[in-house]
């Protein structure tokens, strides 16, 4: 039985697509019998005062000052190992340091290692990598991402695919005229191409997610489109959809919303970079510009939805929970 610390900025609550791929990972790693206490930061999040609870099978700890609480948990628990991921994960490799215990670094993005569209965050990009080169292991969420943190860090890493609970998102009934939908309301998402493109769109488009407020008038003069707002259940949405559209303008490291479609047997419309080849396959449209996007939707309909849930087949959460239990009894 190992004690593990998860120590980030992002868990609880569970919004992105980090956080929600590794909830269900920590559980498993909780449930054969290892002790595990999550600790993020609740800034930001409208979290008024520190949260503790018991979720998903291990404790977790959602503070407002989570710098201070890591330490008085990690006094107590004296873990055998540190898991982090996404933002804080610099500063977290740092403290397994300052432990003298192993870290486990997921690396689900490549924000703090290179220049992103829409993320200047004044980063130090030469300080970040050299940080992450001390975490005794890396993981990577695709191969794509492994060769490109090779090429940025000059770092190695094992390949485990996020976790997905097919069950939080496969939609029970789908309608058979549905939306291209577009999972993420925002520039980053590629928010401003579906909204070029709407109106020749030869099905109704449904934008997903919080819209910056500048976009919504823009969204409701747009033909074609409708919004939702934040959804707490995609399979609500996903049942609504008969095509997902991937428009990420960022170098999508995996884009976890191409298998839950696909769990669905709905196909792919996604911007030819990152990794959108190797996650959606042979169940997908790929186009390099905007102007694509219409013809690109007609031909994703007549993908064979069994196409589709072959390739979410791929990414079996079992698998990548093995090989991080491996990885966890290594240590």
């Known amino acids: 039985m190992k004690r593990i610390l ?6 609880y609550p569970a919004r992105g697509g980090g956080s929600l791929s590794m909830i269900p990972l920590l559980s498993a790693m909780a449930a054969r019998g290892h002790a595990v206490v999550s600790v993020n930061s609740g800034l930001g999040k409208g979290i008024t005062e520190e949260t503790i609870f018991f979720a998903d099978g291990f404790s977790g700890i959602v503070s407002l000052k989570p710098e201070e609480r890591v330490l008085e948990v990690a006094a107590g628990l004296e873990p055998d190992l540190l898991v982090t991921q996404g933002w804080g994960s610099a500063e977290a490799v740092l403290l397994a340091k300052e432990l003298r215990v192993p870290c486990v670094l997921f690396i689900i993005d490549l924000i703090q290692l290179t220049d992103q569209a829409y993320c200047d965050y004044g ?28 090429e940025l860090a000059a770092i190695d890493s094992t390949v485990i695919y996020p976790v997905i609970r097919e069950e939080d998102f496969q939609a029970e009934e789908r309608q058979e005229q549905g939306f ?3 999972a993420g309301a925002t520039p980053l998402k590629g928010l401003n191409l579906l909204l070029e493109q709407a109106p020749r769109i030869p099905c109704p488009c449904l934008v997903c997610g919080d819209m910056p407020p500048e976009f919504a008038a823009r969204v409701g003069k747009t033909p074609n489109v409708a919004a939702t707002g934040h959804v707490d259940d995609m399979r609500e949405v996903y049942s609504r959809t008969s095509c997902l559209l991937m428009l990420s ?8 919303v191409m298998v839950e479609a696909h769990l669905n047997g709905i196909p792919v419309v996604a911007l030819d970079r990152g990794a959108a080849r190797e996650v959606a396959g042979k169940a997908a449209i790929y186009v ?3 102007k694509d996007l219409p013809k690109a939707v007609k031909d994703a309909l007549s993908i064979d939805p069994e196409l589709c849930r072959e390739n979410a087949a791929r990414f079996k959460s079992k698998e990548q929970i093995d090989t991080f239990g491996k990885l966890v009894e290594m240590v």
Do not use: C, P
């Not at 998860?6 to 868990?11: E, G, K, P, Q, T």
């Open 249 to 256: 303008q960022w170098e999508e490291t995996f884009g976890r």
């Open 6 to 11: 998860f120590y980030a900025r992002d868990l």
């Open 180 to 182: 291209a939908t577009l």
């Open 288 to 290: 390099s510009q905007a």
């Open 123 to 150: 980063l130090d990009f030469a300080a970040n990598r050299e940080i992450f080169s001390m975490a005794d292991i890396v993981v990577a969420n695709s191969h794509y991402t492994r060769k490109r943190v090779l």
